[in-house]
T-cell receptor
Framework: AQSVTQPDIHITVSEGASLELRCNYSYGATPYLFWYVQSPGQGLQLLLK??????LVQGIKGFEAEFKRSQSSFNLRKPSVHWSDAAEYFCAVGERTGANNLFFGTGTRLTVIP | DSGVTQTPKHLITATGQRVTLRCSPR?????VYWYQQSLDQGLQFLIQYYNGEERAKGNILERFSAQQFPDLHSELNLSSLELGDSALYFC??????????FGAGSRLTVL
């Protein structure tokens, strides 16, 4: 069965510092990969997605993620964090065939300190 | 604005009651997905409908049911509510070729 692991429950970074959020997946084949962000009391917004091709994917709000097949990882990065990036971040996998539903990790809560 | 509309935004009810959550997918999208987000279970896929037919089922309780109507809106019915059903319930539409766009959610509080 597919699974998504986000090993960091909570991360605190200083504004302007770099950020990396980890995501590992377990799946029979390379799935579609996604990162979503959820601000407090809000819905989920898609940051970026990986389907195929270039393993470094650019997203919105200055985020990027790198797919590493050998490590079954899809880590999210941002070179310089802004206070408005404080939110919950979810990694998700989707099947390449089938119903298109997504399976989510447990999320990483990001706190940004001045 | 994702184009996915959910009502109500907030709902407070008592144990044992029944509620209905409503979702309108993005214009032209035939699919509707329902997810539950709770503190202890995280984001769980409940069920998917495609053009009125159930397409996939996840961790949906027997007390819960859903349907999609001819105009493509969907309703999620939650009955015999328990305290543990308090959660955010999200509806989503497909984003071709893969991925989902989510509504703002319906927050259910069971007292």
């Amino acid at each position: 069965a597919q699974s998504v692991t986000q090993p960091d429950i909570h991360i605190t970074v200083s504004e302007g510092a770099s950020l990396e959020l980890r995501c590992n997946y377990s799946y029979g084949a390379t799935p579609y990969l996604f990162w979503y962000v959820q601000s407090p009391g809000q819905g989920l917004q898609l940051l970026l997605k990986y389907f195929s091709g270039d393993t470094l994917v650019q997203g919105i709000k200055g985020f990027e993620a790198e797919f590493k097949r050998s490590q079954s990882s899809f880590n999210l990065r941002k070179p310089s964090v802004h206070w408005s990036d404080a939110a919950e971040y979810f990694c998700a996998v989707g099947e390449r065939t089938g119903a298109n539903n997504l399976f989510f990790g447990t999320g990483t809560r990001l706190t940004v300190i001045p | 604005d994702s184009g996915v509309t959910q009502t109500p935004k907030h709902l407070i009810t008592a144990t044992g009651q029944r509620v209905t959550l409503r979702c309108s997918p993005r214009s032209g999208d035939l699919s509707v997905y329902w997810y539950q987000q709770s503190l202890d279970q995280g984001l769980q896929f409940l069920i998917q409908y495609y053009n009125g037919e159930e397409r996939a089922k996840g961790n949906i309780l027997e007390r819960f049911s859903a349907q999609q109507f001819p105009d493509l809106h969907s309703e999620l019915n939650l009955s015999s509510l328990e305290l543990g059903d308090s959660a955010l319930y999200f509806c989503a539409s497909s984003v071709p070729p893969a991925g989902l766009t989510f509504g703002a959610g319906s927050r259910l509080t069971v007292l």
